[in-house]
């Protein structure tokens, strides 16, 4: 059983660029969950998607956007980088059924 | 103040001791505690999960909550230099839905 899948691995960008990075729940799980962990920091919540729609939305600017699919995979969307989005960020997935998060490897954006 | 305060460590212990880790918070809406660990470039992997006060053993790993205090503990027997790596607490005030508030994370180093 899969667990949770997230692509790319890591990307390099430049500020004012637009990226788009994707997550693949672990089996079961229809809920997705997105967040930032800066460089010695714990990790802070951007949204959540749950059957398609934005469930619960963290302390983040309108550059950050996302998208839940039919099959529940998920993507996040920032605009306009600014080095300060240089950060890993996290997929969680999580069930109706299953109270707990299960974190992806990340994927680690550089900004320059 | 951050909601959820954790001391970055590093905390370097022998090999077979006891590691002692904790968290105080702010928000007394938090039933939902959890310990993730995270090794270097990966993913956090979750722990232990316990909901409202008291004790969870589950193997090496205890896990204390004390509401009262709005303080929570994981404490690790018999460590071993493959229990190095940053130890991340989290909380939710809600199961369904859980947007996860995170604390910044200690670094163990455990020495052979």
């Known amino acids: 059983d899969a667990g949770v899948t997230q692509s790319p691995t890591h990307l390099i960008k430049t500020r004012g660029q637009q990226v788009t990075l994707r997550c693949s729940p672990k089996s079961g799980h229809d809920t997705v969950s997105w967040y930032q962990q800066a460089l010695g920091q714990g990790p802070q919540f951007i949204f959540q998607?749950?059957?398609?729609?934005?469930?619960q939305r963290g302390n983040f600017p309108d550059r950050f956007s996302g998208h839940q699919f039919p099959n529940y995979s998920s993507e996040l969307n920032v605009n306009a980088l600014l080095l300060g989005d240089s950060a890993l960020y996290l997929c969680?997935?999580?069930?109706?059924?299953?109270?707990?998060?299960?974190f992806g490897p990340g994927t680690r954006l550089t900004v320059l | 103040q951050k909601e959820v305060e954790q001391d970055p460590g590093p905390l370097s212990v022998p090999e077979g001791a006891i590691v002692s880790l904790n968290c105080t918070y702010s928000?007394?809406?938090?039933?939902?505690f959890m310990w993730y660990r995270q090794y270097s470039r990966k993913g956090p992997e979750l722990l232990m999960y316990?909901?409202?006060?008291g004790n969870k053993e589950d193997g090496r790993f205890t896990a204390q909550v004390d509401k009262s205090s709005k303080y929570i503990s994981l404490f690790i027997r018999d460590s071993q230099p493959s229990d190095s790596a940053t130890y991340l607490c989290?909380?939710?005030?809600?199961?369904?839905?859980?947007?996860?508030?995170f604390g910044g994370g200690t670094r163990v180093l455990v020495k052979p």
């Open positions: 928000n007394s809406a938090f039933q939902y």
């Open positions: 998607y749950y059957e398609e729609e934005e469930r």
């Open positions: 316990t909901y409202s006060s």
């Open positions: 989290a909380m939710s005030a809600t199961a369904a839905g859980n947007k996860l508030t």
């Open positions: 969680a997935s999580s069930s109706s059924s299953e109270l707990t998060q299960y």
